[in-house]
């Protein structure tokens, strides 16, 4: 069983950087497949990042490469989530989330825990 608890979001103007952190509770952290997604008002939950057990493979969508980066730390069962160059676009309740075994990286239906999310909102 896995609790993840997110943190980091706030208020920041275009252009500007955010960083978000998940920290997980359980005991088997390392296995998983880990998640950002987000979900604006009235829209789907979207896929934003996600990165392997081992950090060795990492996915963005495209809305986001080159501007987001995921990484991850094990022995701290933490995964990280750093945002730069924000867009207006780009607000909306971001949520962690956890995937055992093999995953669609993108499909949020995989992913088994959850956070209970953190605001970012972007001023243009």
């Known amino acids: 069983q896995e609790q993840l608890v997110e943190s980091g979001g706030g208020l920041v103007q275009a252009g500007g950087s955010l960083g978000l952190s998940c920290a997980a509770s359980g005991r088997t952290f390392s296995i998983y497949t880990m998640g950002w997604f987000r979900q604006a008002p009235g829209k789907e939950r979207q896929f934003v990042a996600a990165?392997?057990?081992?950090?060795?493979?990492?996915f963005y969508a495209d809305s986001v490469k080159g501007r987001f980066t995921i990484s991850r730390d094990n022995a701290r069962k933490m995964v990280f989530l750093q945002m730069n160059s924000l867009k207006p676009e780009d607000t909306a309740v971001y949520y962690c989330?956890?995937?055992?075994?093999?995953?669609?990286?993108?499909?949020?239906?995989?992913?088994?825990?959850w956070g209970q999310g953190t605001q970012v909102t972007v001023s243009s």
């Open positions: 990165i392997s057990w081992s950090g060795g493979r990492v």
């Open positions: 989330a956890a995937a055992a075994g093999a995953v669609t990286y993108m499909n949020p239906r995989d992913y088994g825990y």
